[in-house]
Each structure stands twice: as structure tokens, then as C-alpha cells.
């Protein structure tokens, strides 16, 4: 279900109206089976990969605890788990957009699904016997194992859903010089929709719960709705044990001030994606997509508007999933502060994708030792950090390079700034290593701010922009003739860009004016504090480009894929 | 009572207000804001942009403004009496006025007739200014599907009237959907196109069966416009026959008063129009309503052609995004009726964007490589060397 549709206004509306009228815990049953209804929508059978996460990492989070795991809970999780199996592999759900529904075809189990719910019981049988077993070993070794199979069964399943068919087709060649032929390795794989996130999501929840930073959970059905709260579920915010977890576990009271914010992030985040994002999505894939020559601006044009395609889509989504979650009384973390304002890629990865950044410095960039080891340690640290990152966007190898590229760049910088930091020039400049939003300028101050400042943005945004290139590249060759199209090389043809629309024109010109004033203001979202007229007009505006917008061509959402 | 209590009390002597009411006050006055600018917004726009009775006189933005005014409301603005002459698209691709010209003579020249829309036209403009002795007849319809151009043909032909040597007849791959449409109307709303033709079926014998629309020339439609009886006639068919007919989007309301109705009407209507296509393109047109019907027209019109000695040719013009979905379902069975024919995809990649201009067309350079190919087709008789 996309956030853009009619559909998704009337599931939200049906949910939101149940919510109000229920009990707390009422309240948490209602929103998991919404949960669930809003991914299946998409595809019923992976759900059961949810409901696999979910009670493996329960379980996990349980047992890393002293307390251990009650057999009540044992049995729930373990009935959770083969239940999920039975409801949603065993009909055949493609039955149901068949032209001429049958149930007889609906109650015909698959074959995939039958294997699925035999292994998913022996599962659970062995899980609970090895439970028994586990309960006798040390503390601290019992602990560090069921990390371990936390970490396995999760990126296990990440690792086999997104990137099996990547590798396979990768290691092709390789395979067939060695004389191996890897035909029946290629299986085809679907890519559930925001595998990545909820993988995440879920894993950082055992991990904290092992570097004892947050208590475990023995609530199952709280920790299932963890899993599959709706807002963030298929692209984000990667939300935290600590910051969730307790928010759904107590009774909500939902206050007017904040279900205002939850609208206005609602139509903030329709505006971008449905007027903006969709409105210059068929100018970039008229360059991106086309198989035939074109011309150096088409690039620099392309690149630019992909650029705020991708910002307002993702950025667009975070708004909407969290503007949704504020109408439930939950708050989510911020995704995106102001990220084209950045000076530099280390302020850059501060703005944008907060909760990916965060996660990886947490969980990959701290525990690889961080900065704590030396100069040589720390650029690798970095630059391995910035390629997974990169590899966690997708399965290609455009994704890997833009990760290398991001890599370089926090390296780049670090070394930059670094040999300035050790010969200040002056006092003035070593008064002036604090910029006005607290971060550290270490550098010389040769101009002004009014100057120096739109200066660094702008030749960081150019980089940025070129990083966008790599993002949206079809292909490695495309990434080669592109740039040497943008550095003046290679065959120019003509022109063949698609223009953008004009609720795409008009969208990017206020929404730039607005994020010029927050920047200025230094707050989200500063109009929020002008007088009643002049809120006013910004609403009207955006009400009025964002129903121009609808006649956009809707497309979903970039990080779906993801 | 001290001072100190009567310093705390207001001047007009009633409560202050809480921060919590104040606060939904504020909300409220923002919201009345909005409302208000949204209405002089919406108010100023119909007056900076009036739509005018000839959508060939509008500005891009007065279009842009008025693409989503309903079908009815266009079409009694368009077609109009008093506006009726300007409106030239409102007289375009009638068949019963358009497909009963015969085809002149000459003996120093070898005549075609060719069918279809744009595109067609295009091509056979190329195809005389690349062999000058070739001279050609054609008979075409705005964006007009297979079911227009074979009617177009099958009026000539029970109409006995001269036909060409050589019939040739292009089939556009994105006009497939409307082959389950009555009238243009239905599927161009934005910018209307109102020439009607048959839609058709396949009886279970196996013969094709039309359903004529309840108009059929530009006249008819002018005087159902004023005919309450007649235009109700109208819509009903088209309620019941065309694929594409919606209430919303055809019928005038008050949505027709205000730019942000049309707007809204407009996005309902392309999404509409959208989910439909999306449906029949699913499975590559392989649907009953289609695929066969289809293969019946073109073979149909390859036999009719031939019992007059003429020599029939079908062009398959794959435009941008439709991929080879036409050639998969049509290139199959005219191979098997032996039918000549060529698909545009063998020589202009339907995926290549520089092969289209902006408005969806082929560029001159496209166009050159599909008129050379079909000229080459031509020259395999050897009558035409």
C-alpha cells in the first residue's frame, strides 16, 4: 500500500477512527493487525518473514536476559511463529487477483508453502529443546551465542533475499572460467519490499539488548507490534529499541498540538513526493532509461533533478510515516535535517538518512574500533562503513561504488581537515572552528560567512550531486559514458529530457524557499511560527501545488526497493 | 478586595484564555487563512486563465488549467455553434465524412491508400518524397485504433468506390486500448478528440460484429448536443459499450466552475484511465476483447483488399512504452495468412527515447527508417522497381 494512495487515506482513516474508539491494549492488537495488512497488500507470503523476525528476535531478547524464557511465552512465540507459516504460505494467495476467484485455488496450498510449514515446525520443536540445553551454559557464553544465531538468521535472510541473486549472477563468469555451471543456482529470488529496514530495525534490538543498553522485552505482542508498526515499516525511519519500544508499551495520549505536526508532516510529505519527486521523476528516467545517446546537459539536468527526486521521495516518506505515527500519539526519530545545506560529507551524513547513518556508526563503524585506533584504522573503518552502507541500498554493483564514493569522500575530508586543524593561521581561525550550528569548521576563515557558507554548500552539493549519478546509474557503462559526458568527453547527441511538470517546477521553487528559511531560522518546518495569514499561504500554496501534482504519474517510492 | 487581586484580572473582566485554547484558536485562524487564500487562489486563476470556447487559441497554462473539465462541458463549449468552424479537431476522423473519397488514378503513378492516425499520415508523406512515383490517399483519425482504420476501410469498400492497388494499414500499438472505446472522447479527455467508429467483437462463428455508435458525423453530434433524448442515447451507449466511459469525468458539474476541481477531476481522470490500461496490459493484451478481434480486423481487411486485386500491407507502429506487445499478438497470424507486413521495432527501438519527440511522435530520422522500410517492403513486387 502506497502512501500516495486513495487507498492507503482509507485504511488510514478505518485505523485511525478504531484507534480512537479502543483500549490501550486493544489499541496494540488493532495496530499490529495493521501492521500486517498494510505489507501484505503488497505481498501476503512475506509476512511470514516478519513474523519469523519477530519471534526470533523475541525470543533472543528474552533469553539474553537472566530471567530467561517462560514456558507461556515459549508457547506463544512457538504458535506465532508455525501459525504465520499456516496463514500465510499455505493458501494460495495469488488466487485472489485471479479474474474468476476460486476457493478451491485459495485453499490449494503451494508446494513452497507445505515444505515452509513442516521445516518452520521442525524449527520450533529443535529451537525448544535447544532452549532446555542453552539454559545450562554460562551466562556470558549463552549470551554471545544467541547473538551470533540473531545476527545469522537476520542477515541470513537479508543476505539471501536481496543479495543471492547479486552474487550468483556476479559470480557467473567466474564460475563458468572454473568450469562450473551455476544455471541452477539462479533462483529467481523476489525482493520483499523494506526487507532492509525492518531487518535492521529488528536486529539492533538483540544487540542492544546483548550490550545491556536496553532491557528486553517479555511482551510478545509488544514487541511484535515493534516489528510491524506500520509508518516505518517498508522505508523508514530505522527506529531503536529504546525509542519505540517504550512508546508502544504504555498507554498513549494523543494531544492536539501533535496530531497538528502529524497533518502538517502529512501534507508536507505529499507535497514532495506527489508534486515534486513524481513530477520530475519522468524528466530523470527519460535520460537514466534511455538506451540511445544523449547530450551533456541532459546529464548535468538529470543528475541535478535526481537529486531532488530522491530527496523528496525519501525525505517525503520519513514525513508522511511520521506525520501518520504523531496521529497515533507515537513519535519516530527525525530521518532528514536540512541535508542539501551540508558543508561538508560528514555534516552531510548528519542530515540525511539519520537513522541509517546512526545505525551503521553504532553497529559497524564503533564496533570495527572507530577512531579509536590510529589514522590508517579509522580511514578504513570509514570507508568499509560507507561501502556497506552502500551494499545495504541494493544489489548492484552502482550501489557498491556510490558506498566507496561516500567512503572517499568522509576520508577525503578527514584528511582534509585534519592537516588544517594542526596549522591554524591565525587567531581569528582558531576562534572560528565552531560553526554557527556547533560543528567544527577547522579550517582558516578567508571569507566572510555570508560568503564562505553558500560557497562550501554549493561545491559540496556538486559532489553530492555526482554521488546521485553513480546512485541512479542503470549501469556500470552508463556511469562511464555519463561522466565523461559531464567532464566534456565522449559523443554528445540530442537532447531527449522530458520536461518536468509544472507542479514539479512550482513545488521545487517554494520548497527551496522553505527550507532556506529553516535553515536561516536554524528550526524545522520555521513557518510554523509566522503569523496566521502568512502560515496560511504557505498551506494554501502547498495544498494547491500538491493538488496540481495528483495529475502526476504516481510512482512508488524509491526506498521500497530497499 | 486588595490591590494585588485586582492586578490580576483583566481589563474587560474575563478569564484569560488557556494556552491550550489558544492554541486551537491560532489552528483555527490558520485554517481559515488557508481556506481563504485557497478560494481567491482558485478564484484568480479562472480569471488569469479563462478557458476559451477554441482550445486552439489557448495559452499552454489556460490548457494546462482546463485539461480537467468534464467531456460534456468541453464538448458544449467546443462544439458550439458559434465556435464550431474554428474547432477543427471536433471535424476530424469522421469516417461517414472522411472514408468516402475514391482513390484517383494515374497512370505514370502507383497509387496507396494508407489508414490510421499521425503516424501514418507521417509515413506515407516520407514514403512519396522517397520514391516520386508514388502517389497516396489518407484516410486517418486522431490517434484513431485499428477498429477506426478498418471501418475506415470497409466504408470504402461496401461504398464500392475506387481503391488504390495498394492498401496499407498502420495499427498503433498505444491506440490498442482503445479498440474497446466507441469515440475518442473517452480516452482523451484532456485535449477532446469526438470522431466515433464501431466498436467490434467476435461472434462464437467466428465474424466480426460491430456495435455503431449512436452518432456518427460531426453534424449528428451538434444536433445531439441540443437534443436531451439524443445526447442521453449517447452517453448510455457509451455507458454500457466504451471501456473507457466514466460518469465523473464525462458528465458537467459545478467541478467545471473552479480550477481546483478540474484538477481534481483531472488526476481521478488519468488515474482512471491508468488502473485500465494498466489491467489490459497485464498479460500483453492478451485478452479476449483484443487479441483476437484484432488478428479477425487485420486478416479480414487483408482478404477484403485481395478479392479487389489490391495488395494489402499492415504497418506495426510500436510508439514509446508500449514495448513489442503489438507484434507479439499481430505479427504471428499475419505471417500465418501471408500477409505483408512490417513492425516498427525492427528498425526504431520502441525504448530508445531519441527516436520520439516530445510529443510522443517519431522524429523525422525514425520516421525516414520506417518509410524506408516500408518502401522496400513495396519494391519486392517487382511492378514497383
Redesign the interface.
Known amino acids: 500500500m502506497l502512501f500516495n494512495s486513495p487507498e492507503f487515506f482509507v485504511f488510514l482513516a478505518i485505523v485511525y477512527v478504531t484507534y480512537r474508539v479502543l483500549p490501550f491494549r486493544w489499541q496494540n492488537r488493532m495496530l499490529l493487525v495493521a501492521g500486517y495488512v498494510f505489507y501484505g497488500w503488497w505481498d501476503v507470503r512475506f509476512l511470514f518473514l516478519i513474523a519469523f523476525s519477530t519471534t526470533v528476535d523475541f525470543s533472543i531478547g528474552a533469553l539474553l536476559s537472566e530471567k530467561g524464557m517462560a514456558p507461556p511465552l515459549r508457547w506463544t512465540a512457538s504458535l506465532f511463529m508455525v501459525a504465520a507459516a499456516l496463514l500465510f504460505l499455505c493458501p494460495n494467495w495469488s488466487a485472489l487477483a485471479a479474474t474468476s476467484f476460486s476457493l478451491g485455488a485459495f485453499l490449494t496450498p503451494p508446494e513452497l508453502g507445505i515444505k515452509v510449514l513442516v521445516g518452520t515446525t521442525i524449527f520450533v520443536i529443535v529451537a525448544n529443546l535447544l532452549i532446555e540445553r542453552l539454559g545450562r551454559l554460562p551466562l556470558e557464553r549463552r549470551r554471545k551465542l544467541l547473538l551470533l544465531c540473531s545476527i545469522g538468521v537476520n542477515l541470513g535472510f537479508l543476505g539471501f533475499f536481496k543479495y543471492f541473486n547479486f552474487f550468483v549472477g556476479s559470480g557467473d563468469a567466474a564460475l563458468r572460467s572454473l568450469g562450473f555451471d551455476p544455471t541452477g543456482l539462479h533462483l529467481d529470488i523476489i525482493l520483499p519490499v523494506g526487507i532492509s529496514f525492518y531487518t535492521f530495525q529488528s536486529l539492533s534490538y538483540t544487540i542492544d539488548v546483548y550490550r545491556r543498553r536496553t532491557e528486553p522485552t517479555f511482551r510478545f505482542w509488544d514487541f511484535a507490534l515493534f516489528v510491524a508498526y506500520f509508518p516505518p515499516l517498508v522505508a523508514g525511519p530505522i527506529e531503536r529499541a529504546w525509542h519505540l519500544l517504550p512508546q508502544l508499551s504504555r498507554p498513549r495520549r494523543i494531544r492536539?498540538?501533535q496530531s497538528?505536526d502529524g497533518i502538517v508532516l502529512i501534507l508536507l510529505g505529499l507535497f514532495k513526493k506527489v508534486a515534486i519527486a513524481d513530477g520530475v521523476a519522468p524528466a530523470v528516467n527519460?535520460?537514466f532509461?534511455?538506451?540511445?545517446?544523449?547530450s551533456q546537459s541532459d546529464v548535468y539536468l538529470a543528475t541535478l533533478l535526481f537529486a531532488i527526486q530522491i530527496f523528496c521521495d525519501f525525505s517525503g516518506y520519513s514525513d508522511i510515516a511520521r506525520g501518520v505515527s504523531k496521529l497515533f500519539g507515537v513519535e519516530l526519530i527525525l530521518n532528514f535535517d536540512l541535508p542539501y545545506f551540508s558543508k561538508n560529507p560528514s555534516e552531510f551524513w548528519r542530515r540525511w538518512h539519520i537513522s541509517l547513518s546512526s545505525w551503521l556508526r553504532d553497529y559497524l563503524y564503533i564496533p570495527l574500533g572507530g577512531s579509536r585506533f590510529g589514522g590508517a584504522r579509522t580511514f578504513l573503518n570509514l570507508f568499509l562503513t560507507m561501502l556497506l552502507g552502500g551494499l545495504w541500498h541494493g544489489a548492484a554493483w552502482n550501489f557498491v561504488l556510490w558506498g566507496a564514493y561516500q567512503g572517499a569522500l568522509l576520508c577525503g575530508h578527514r584528511l582534509l581537515t585534519r592537516s588544517s586543524e594542526t596549522l591554524p593561521t591565525s587567531v581569528e581561525a582558531v576562534n572560528a572552528t565552531t560553526d554557527r550550528h556547533g560543528g567544527a569548521i577547522r579550517r582558516a576563515k578567508f571569507l566572510p560567512d555570508s560568503i564562505s557558507i553558500p560557497l562550501r554548500i554549493a561545491v559540496f552539493f556538486v559532489f553530492c550531486c555526482y554521488g546521485w549519478l553513480l546512485f541512479r546509474a542503470d549501469s556500470l557503462e552508463q556511469i562511464s559514458t555519463f561522466t565523461n559526458l559531464l567532464l566534456g568527453f565522449g559523443t554528445r547527441?540530442?537532447s531527449?529530457m522530458?520536461?518536468p511538470t509544472?507542479a514539479a517546477q512550482l513545488g521545487i521553487v517554494v520548497l527551496a524557499g522553505l527550507q532556506i528559511c529553516d535553515y536561516r531560522a536554524g528550526i524545522l518546518e520555521s513557518f510554523r511560527n509566522w503569523a496566521?495569514?502568512l502560515?496560511?499561504?504557505v498551506?494554501?500554496?502547498l495544498?494547491?501545488i500538491l493538488?496540481?501534482g495528483?495529475?502526476n504519474?504516481p510512482g512508488q517510492f524509491i526506498y521500497f526497493q530497499f | 478586595m486588595s490591590l494585588d487581586n485586582l492586578s490580576i484580572s483583566n481589563s474587560s473582566g474575563r478569564r484569560p484564555r488557556s494556552p491550550r485554547s489558544q492554541s486551537r484558536l491560532r489552528v483555527g485562524a490558520i485554517m481559515l487563512w488557508t481556506v481563504a487564500v485557497l478560494a481567491v487562489a482558485d478564484l484568480a486563476t479562472g480569471i488569469v486563465f479563462p478557458p476559451l470556447r477554441d482550445p486552439l487559441r489557448m495559452s499552454s497554462l489556460q490548457l494546462y488549467f482546463d485539461y480537467g473539465r468534464s467531456i460534456e462541458g468541453k464538448l458544449r463549449d467546443e462544439v458550439g455553434a458559434a465556435s464550431a468552424q474554428d474547432a477543427v479537431i471536433i471535424d476530424a476522423g469522421w469516417i461517414a465524412e472522411n472514408c468516402n473519397r475514391a482513390s484517383p488514378t494515374s497512370p505514370d503513378k502507383h497509387a496507396f491508400d494508407i489508414y490510421g492516425m499521425s503516424f501514418s499520415n507521417r509515413i506515407g508523406e516520407r514514403l512519396v518524397q522517397l520514391d516520386p512515383t508514388l502517389t497516396e490517399n489518407r484516410f486517418a483519425g486522431p490517434s484513431a485504433p485499428v477498429n477506426h482504420s478498418y471501418a475506415c476501410f470497409l466504408h470504402r469498400f461496401d461504398s464500392k468506390v475506387n481503391l488504390a492497388p495498394i492498401q496499407i494499414l498502420g495499427v498503433l500499438a498505444s491506440s490498442i486500448p482503445r479498440m474497446l472505446t466507441l469515440t475518442g472522447l473517452t480516452t482523451s479527455f484532456e485535449a477532446i478528440q469526438p470522431f466515433t467508429y464501431p466498436r467490434y467483437s467476435l461472434a462464437a462463428d467466428g465474424r466480426l460484429v460491430a456495435i455503431n455508435p449512436s452518432i456518427s458525423t460531426a453534424y449528428e453530434l451538434r444536433e445531439t448536443l441540443t437534443n436531451p433524448a439524443k445526447w442521453h442515447r449517447f452517453v448510455n451507449q457509451l455507458a454500457m459499450h466504451d471501456y473507457f466511459y466514466d460518469r465523473f469525468v464525462f458528465n458537467a458539474d459545478l467541478l467545471d466552475h473552479s480550477a481546483l476541481g478540474r484538477m481534481v477531476r483531472r488526476a481521478w481522470g488519468q488515474r482512471v484511465q491508468r488502473e485500465r490500461i494498466a489491467k489490459l496490459r497485464r498479460d500483453d493484451f492478451a485478452n479476449p476483447d483484443i487479441e483476437p478481434v484484432l488478428r479477425a480486423m487485420l486478416i479480414d481487411f487483408a482478404k477484403k483488399a485481395r478479392s479487389v486485386h489490391a495488395r494489402p500491407i499492415v504497418v506495426l507502429i510500436e510508439d514509446r512504452g508500449f514495448g513489442r506487445s503489438l507484434s507479439t499478438i499481430g505479427a504471428p497470424a499475419l505471417a500465418a495468412n501471408h500477409v505483408e507486413f512490417i513492425s516498427t521495432s525492427d528498425v526504431v527501438s520502441p525504448e530508445a527515447a531519441d527516436n520520439f519527440l516530445a510529443d510522443g511522435h517519431f522524429t523525422a530520422a525514425a520516421n525516414d527508417k520506417v518509410a524506408r522500410a516500408v518502401l522496400s517492403l513495396l519494391r519486392r513486387d517487382p511492378a514497383m522497381r
Open positions: 492536539f498540538a497538528m527519460s535520460v532509461n534511455s538506451t540511445g545517446v544523449v547527441g540530442t531527449v522530458a520536461r509544472l496566521p495569514p502560515q496560511g499561504l498551506y494554501a500554496a495544498i494547491f493538488i496540481m495528483t495529475s504519474v
